[in-house]
């Protein structure tokens, strides 16, 4: 036998001892499952919501909240950040009206969907805002 048909038998002997890969359908296959990763959220991931309150009556901020909530719970949203502000346009016997309603309808009906609630830290409002942990 000359010599490249010897070389030529080893290595399809090679091949059909342990198969072919094709490594272009292969990175193709990787580059896909690195673009559908990147797209579609793994697992549970928690995202936050912001709700801005500003100039909004009480009973519609109360409503806006409510649905807001929902919407978090339906999505598994882990934060909702409700920014009704310092009550600085309130009347000062009233106090901060918008902060005190959302913190009492917090506390009310909705114990089942809220884990917790406290006072924003100063990079997302401080005082002006709160902080609803969903369950």
Do not use: W
């Not at 309150?53 to 909240?65: D, K, N, P, Y």
């Amino acid at each position: 036998m000359p010599k490249s048909s010897e070389s030529t038998k080893k290595i399809l002997e090679y091949i059909d001892r342990h198969g072919v890969r094709d490594k272009d359908a292969l990175a193709s296959t990787e580059k896909q499952q690195q673009r559908k990763s990147a797209t579609q959220p793994s697992g549970k991931r928690k995202f936050r919501k912001t709700l801005d309150l500003h100039g909004m009556t009480t009973v519609i901020a109360l409503a806006v909240l409510r649905e807001a909530i929902d919407e978090c719970a339906e999505r598994g949203i882990a934060e909702l950040l409700v920014i009704h502000g310092y009550g600085l346009h309130s009347a000062p016997a009233e106090g901060a009206v918008l902060k005190t309603a959302v913190r009492q309808y917090l506390e009310g009906k909705n114990g089942l969907r809220i884990r917790s609630f406290t006072t924003a830290m100063p990079k997302d409002g401080g005082q002006g805002a709160t902080m609803v942990r969903l369950r």
